[in-house]
């Protein structure tokens, strides 16, 4: 048991009563009063002087950090037996008085020990006459054992002066301990005086000041272009996707796939050439807008919210990627952070329960999808589940434990090696197919290889807790917090589902059943191995919400994993625990609000023409709900911007830069950016003139312009006149700053002087970490390259057989085919339709074409090129109008429920055009 303790009116301690400790440890009582809770705890002060010498204290001190920790004991007026026994815990003694009387020894042991006055009555003297028998009795045994004990020293107390000096020297070792920790505070809170900055810089290594912030700064401005170039190319390759699955809908069992993968314009978008941005002050207002939402994430947060489903997808990914550079640094890591935190508080608060939470159409869940699907996020998943996927990825391998396919199976298989009709029942209820030997056999192999392989990934998902990004903890750590605040009445177990959905079944899940999704393996996963880990993913989805299968329904076949889940479940507890316990981003990320006004190069962002017209567009639309004051930055900026541009061409699309700045403390930074680069340019100053100035005595003035007026005399005893400058400019740069306000001499610049020692105390840390820094980008950005390599490898492989499906497959209906001299040989029709024919096919349903010239209108339709047709109107034989269609835009905006599209002077129907291009220009 360990107990508190406090200093007694007699400087010794307040000790439990008998009956307290009989009630822990029973009749066998520890020999000491007060057990301490940690080794190095001791009792400050001497025995009291009413103790006669025999009745001594006895130190103890434990010699092995596994043993009891040092502790105490006092023996006071009681006749204890010692035992002999050498135990190998704290040592025990045997109690032979009764309750009573020990609760009357508990008692006088609290009075004072000097005698009373004769008044005080017989019974008060006999008890101490009884005390002083005990104490004679006592002291009699102890000299027995200690004369035995120390024979061979010849020495009284030999022991206990041993021990007295290993506690002296506990204690000071213990002293040196809190002066090496109070001095670490110090430096670590910049609690430094001068001269001891001055000895910190003589232990540090000089080197050059060279400033890397400017070449870390261009590598992510290389690294954001990059990421932005693969996510096009990602993004080009599912669409080439969609588009083949609309081509094959479309035919059926068309064997061609015809895709034109580069330059098309948006029929419906307005064309441009993003003139809205080459006027510098609409630039310089995006500049600032962007900056806005950056630095402020309350609109975005209420933004999200504002949105439909159809467009909050790709806006996610302008506020994940786009505004926040795909979190290379810690300012935009700790940016994007306070924008999760007041998305999930806002949503907490609009919610009833867990539930109503994790539905898969609440937007923090999407945000927090969008964030994982980061560089950080796909490196974490796939050195988790690489090396373990392997051993699944393998056709010899079933995990199939639904008896009545296992037996099944195992009849098809009997049948086909022997030729013969099986003579086992196919329709055996499964109680009985589990009385089958060869089924129980091979049931019991494969549970056993499913839970080997389900354990692989748990030891290598709790192994891995160190690097999982810190973004994601921290995001777990705020949704536990508010939503233990927000809804009190639920269990632990439940706000520990939580974490689960979103690390487990949002993220680490996905990486499972869909590997090939982040290059965990080059190929599709066969029909088997999909089914294996489908099997895996099951399992330990309910091992990570803690819910065990059900002896029913399609779980009955998983009941066997139920010991599997309860041998794991509490490990998974711990592991949630363990996961969000991760430091507040000021202090992870070393960030805080003021670094924007010190930084030397702003921060930058590279977005497309589109997402700046799409992201001003949402801004305008919700206006009054995300700025109600009409002095909101917010609502001052859209009114400079004025009307929303319109959507650009993809021809005329690009990216541009933007730098960002903050219109709204541009005064106030005009202020301080001066005095701020005064203030860093001294700080360097007195940093190099301290190297040079010797360390000053103890006794002479620590302040700082104590250091500085000795550094004075010495570059004049020393006739150092560039020495002797630099002070002089330090004054006065101190002089300038304190009439600023920078400063203060009231307390002797004792906040300065706070500030310089924090600088030098971290400056090698803050070097290291920009070199780390340097180090990372760099090799992301090659590992990046890379990648875009492989892309673009990827997207000429593809479309080099679509290619070849096309020559192959493609051809007219029609033998109508151009043969003329100099003609293209792949050229089809054209094909003649009157108005009034494709009028009655349903082709035109609306038209501005005079009713007077209809009958003379004709319509030559033809194609040069796969998948894109040109359509020629005449009237009276005289062209007056040539217009392109192209299959895929018809079959997209089928897909898109779009039934309409208009041409100059007519309206085509969307599903009755897609029919007549089938007709007369596809293969049956």
């Known amino acids: 048991m360990v107990t508190s303790w406090v200093p007694s009116s007699r400087n010794t301690l307040i000790r439990l009563t008998r009956q307290e400790r009989r009630r822990q440890f029973g009749s066998s009582v520890p020999l000491d009063d007060h057990i301490f809770s940690e080794p190095g705890d001791f009792v400050w002060g001497g025995l009291p002087e009413a103790f006669s010498p025999e009745a001594r204290a006895q130190y103890i001190y434990g010699s092995s950090s596994r043993t009891r920790p040092p502790f105490i004991c006092i023996l006071k007026k009681r006749t204890f037996i010692m035992s002999e026994e050498k135990a190998p815990e704290t040592p025990v003694i045997e109690d032979n008085s009764s309750d009573e009387e020990a609760e009357d020894v508990d008692h006088l042991l609290d009075e004072e020990t000097p005698s009373k006055p004769a008044e005080a009555g017989n019974k008060t003297t006999a008890r101490l006459e009884e005390s002083s028998g005990m104490r004679r009795e006592l002291n009699r045994l102890q000299s027995a054992r200690f004369t035995l004990m120390d024979e061979a020293d010849s020495h009284p107390w030999f022991k206990e002066r041993e021990c007295l000096l290993l506690l002296l020297e506990a204690r000071m070792l213990l002293k040196e301990m809190v002066n090496l920790k109070l001095k670490q505070e110090r430096v670590k809170n910049g609690d430094l005086s001068a001269s001891e900055i001055q000895n910190l810089l003589r232990s540090q290594k000089e080197e050059q000041e060279t400033d890397w912030i400017t070449e870390i700064q261009e590598l992510k401005r290389n690294l954001v272009a990059e990421v932005r170039r693969n996510h096009v190319l990602e993004r080009e390759l599912n669409k080439l996707d969609k588009r083949i699955a609309l081509l094959i809908k479309n035919r059926g069992n068309i064997q061609e796939v015809m895709v034109k993968s580069n330059k098309k314009a948006d029929k419906n978008a307005p064309l441009g050439k993003g ?26 947060a209420n933004l999200v919210y504002l949105m439909n489903q159809e467009n909050m997808s790709s806006f996610l990914d302008t506020v994940i990627i786009t505004l926040y550079g795909d979190a290379f640094s810690p300012r935009e890591e700790y940016l994007i952070l306070r924008l999760f935190q007041l998305a999930i508080q806002r949503e907490m608060a609009a919610t009833k329960d867990v539930a109503g939470f994790l539905q898969a159409d609440s937007v923090v869940p999407k945000m927090v999808m969008s964030y994982n699907q980061r560089k950080q996020g796909t490196d974490f998943l796939r050195g988790l589940i690489t090396p373990i996927i392997k051993g699944v990825n393998n056709n010899d391998v079933n995990l199939e434990i639904k008896p009545s396919i296992i037996y099944t199976v195992m009849i098809n298989e009997a049948e086909i090696s022997s030729g013969q009709k099986s003579t086992l029942d196919r329709n055996l209820p499964e109680d009985q197919i589990m009385e089958n030997p060869e089924v129980k056999e091979i049931l019991s192999k494969r549970v056993a290889a499913l839970e080997d392989i389900c354990q692989q990934f748990v030891d290598a998902i709790f192994s891995s807790l160190n690097k999982l990004p810190y973004g994601i903890r921290w995001i777990c750590k705020q949704i536990r917090l508010i939503a233990q605040e927000q809804f009190s009445n639920t269990t632990d177990t439940d706000v520990l589902k939580f974490t689960a959905y979103f690390i487990y079944y949002r993220f680490i899940n996905l990486a499972i059943v869909t590997p090939e999704r982040f290059g965990i393996v080059e190929r599709e996963l066969t029909a088997q191995v999909r089914k294996n880990v489908l099997s895996v993913s099951r399992v330990l989805q309910n091992l990570f919400n ?29 592991y949630y625990n363990d996961l969000i316990e991760v430091a507040d981003p000021d202090d992870y990320l070393q960030v805080d609000k003021y670094m924007e006004l010190t930084q030397k190069t702003k921060p930058v962002i590279i977005i497309s023409l589109n997402e700046i017209a799409q992201t001003h567009q949402f801004l305008a639309q919700n206006v009054e709900k995300l700025a109600k004051d009409k002095e909101d930055p917010l609502r001052l900026i859209l009114n400079d911007l004025q009307e929303v541009p319109g959507m650009v061409s993809k021809d005329d699309d690009r990216e541009i830069q933007l730098t960002l700045t903050n219109r709204f403390k541009q005064n106030m930074e005009e202020e301080i950016s001066a005095s701020a680069s005064l203030y860093a340019e001294t700080k360097e100053l007195i ?66 002087l706070r500030d310089i020692a924090l600088e030098v105390a971290n400056r090698a840390q803050i070097r290291e970490q920009q070199r780390k820094e340097i180090k990372r980008l760099s090799q992301t950005l090659k590992n990046l390259r890379k990648h875009q390599k492989y892309l673009n490898e990827q997207i000429q492989q593809y479309n080099n057989y679509l290619q070849d499906c096309r020559l192959k497959h493609y051809q007219p209906k029609t033998k109508k085919k151009s043969k003329s001299k100099g003609d293209n040989p792949n050229k089809i029709g054209p094909f003649k339709f009157s108005y009034g024919a494709l009028q009655k096919k349903g082709v035109i349903i609306d038209s501005d074409v005079p009713a007077l010239s209809r009958k003379k209108t004709v319509f030559y339709i033809s194609s040069e090129e796969v998948g894109v047709f040109d359509i020629v109107a005449k009237i009276a034989g005289l062209p007056v109008e040539k217009m392109t269609l192209e299959l895929d835009d018809l079959l997209e905006r089928n897909y898109n429920n779009i039934s309409r599209l208009e041409l100059d002077q007519v309206t085509l129907d969307v599903n009755f055009t897609i029919h007549l291009i089938n007709k007369f220009f596809l293969k049956n």
């Not at 941005?277 to 309350?298: A, C, G, M, V, W």
């Not at 803690?546 to 711990?574: S, T, Y």
């Not at 006149?721 to 002089?735: A, D, F, V």
Request: a neutral charge; zero cysteines.
């Open 687 to 752: 940093i190099s003139t301290f190297r040079l100035i010797p360390v000053q005595g103890g006794d002479q003035d620590q302040t700082l312009l104590g250091i500085l007026n000795s550094g004075k005399k010495y570059a004049k005893e020393k006739s150092n006149t560039s020495l002797g400058t630099q002070i002089e400019r330090i004054l006065e740069n101190i002089k300038t700053l304190e009439a600023e306000g920078f400063i203060s001499k009231a307390d002797n610049y004792a906040s300065f």
């Open 275 to 300: 003139e809205f941005i080459s006027d510098s002050r609409k630039l310089e207002h995006y500049q600032n807008l962007f900056y806005l939402l950056q630095t402020e994430p309350k609109y975005l």
């Open 546 to 574: 803690f819910v065990q299968f059900k002896n029913e329904g399609a779980e009955k076949a998983f009941v066997p994993l139920n010991r599997f889940i309860q041998k794991n479940m509490e490990a998974v507890r711990e």
